[in-house]
């Protein structure tokens, strides 16, 4: 069974950093690639960040991009994201996401999310 | 960026009603569009992928059609459990999903 379980949510001040981890289990975590997803109170869904199964091909929305980092662990099954330069703007829950194999690129799996609060 | 605009942000029903949700791309994704459902305070479910496949275990109520920019989820006979929000979402040129439908009683 696929799990993913996501960690590090707190409340932060803005302009501070948060490291969010998500602990996978049940496929094989090289072979795939991976996400993060959040979803601001009340809101939609914006997609965040990649990161290919080899770790090697990342990318990032507009609205995090030279602040936040995403890197993978394929020997601990774990994926992470380091935000710096937190906003106001940055508060929602953050959802770690499989990437479906092949070409459609769909997210099959999600986590059940951890909640960043950024506020002074 | 890729756009993706559902209509509409809302709707009514009743349970054995058929309810369509519209979902239009900015530009052509082809096929490369999924479903999501999600509840309150749950995560997203997703439901179809590729525009019209099915997902194991999802009730062969749900269906998805289109292709291009325009693409529409149809509930064929709504249950109880079917109310929630929506979400489409391209995958064409990174992701994008739409602001959702939620369908209420």
């Known amino acids: 069974e696929v799990r993913l379980v996501e960690s590090g949510g707190s409340s932060v001040q803005p302009g501070g950093s948060l490291r969010l981890s998500c602990a996978a289990s049940?496929?094989?975590?090289?072979?795939?690639?991976m996400s993060w997803v959040r979803q601001a109170p009340g809101k939609g869904l914006e997609w965040v960040s990649y990161?290919?199964?080899?770790?090697?091909?990342?990318y990032y929305a507009d609205s995090v991009k030279g602040r936040f980092t995403i890197s993978g662990d394929s020997a601990k099954k774990s994926l992470s994201l380091q935000m710096n330069s937190l906003r106001d703007e940055d508060t929602a829950v953050y959802y770690c996401?499989?990437?479906?194999?092949?070409?459609?690129?769909?997210?099959?799996?999600w986590g059940l999310g951890t909640l960043v609060i950024v506020s002074s | 960026d890729i756009q993706m605009t559902q209509s509409p942000s809302s709707l009514s029903a009743s349970v054995g009603d058929r309810v369509t949700i519209s979902c239009r791309a900015s530009?052509?994704?082809?096929?490369?569009l999924s479903w999501y459902q999600q509840k309150p305070g749950k995560a997203p479910k997703l439901l179809i992928h590729?525009?019209?496949a099915l997902e194991v275990g999802v009730p062969p109520r749900f269906s998805g059609s289109g292709f291009g920019t325009d693409f529409t989820l149809t509930i064929s006979s709504l249950q109880p459990e079917d109310f929630a929000t929506y979400f489409c979402q391209q995958s064409y040129s990174a992701w994008t999903f739409g602001q959702g439908t939620k369908v209420e009683i």
């Open positions: 990161i290919s199964g080899g770790g090697d091909t990342t």
């Open positions: 530009q052509s994704v082809y096929s490369y």
């Open positions: 996401v499989r990437v479906a194999s092949g070409s459609f690129r769909y997210f099959d799996y």
């Open positions: 590729a525009a019209s």
């Open positions: 049940g496929f094989t975590f090289s072979s795939y690639s």
